[in-house]
């Protein structure tokens, strides 16, 4: 009985460490080059303030604030996007596109964290303005 219930204790652990596990990291190339196959869908999680200086260009908006004051936004969002599509968030700095990642792995997709908006612009990609 005992060792059944470690052994419990020990997969629940584990699923916990996988449900938590830090999302993969990706260049702004990488990114851009699997958005370009369609391969992935670029998600910037920036607020409105932030955006307004700009985004990546293929690029759709889903600010941390509308997902954590609407509980239906991030569902929504993830039910009008392909199970084997990789989705791909930024933010400013990475901390929050990590937070977001690892909420749309929970549900069973492919994420990665492109990090910061910075590094799309210093690549040289194409922005645009909402």
Do not use: H
Request: one cysteine or more; glycine letters at 10%; a positive charge.
């Amino acid at each position: 009985m005992r060792s059944t219930v470690t052994l419990s204790l020990i997969a629940l652990l584990g699923l916990a460490a996988t449900a938590c596990a830090e999302p993969p990291a990706i260049d702004a190339r990488a990114a851009s080059e699997l958005v370009q196959k369609k391969q992935a869908v670029l998600v910037d999680v920036r607020e409105s303030d932030e955006v307004a200086e700009g985004m990546a260009a293929p690029a759709q908006w889903l600010p941390l604030s509308r997902i954590q004051g609407d509980g239906k936004a991030l569902s929504d969002f993830l039910s009008r996007q392909a199970k084997g599509t990789t989705l791909i968030f930024y933010c400013a700095g990475g901390g929050r596109a990590e937070s977001v990642a690892q909420l749309a792995a929970s549900k069973g997709f492919k994420v990665a964290n492109m990090g910061g908006f910075r590094s799309w612009v210093k690549a040289g990609l194409p922005t645009k303005k909402p």
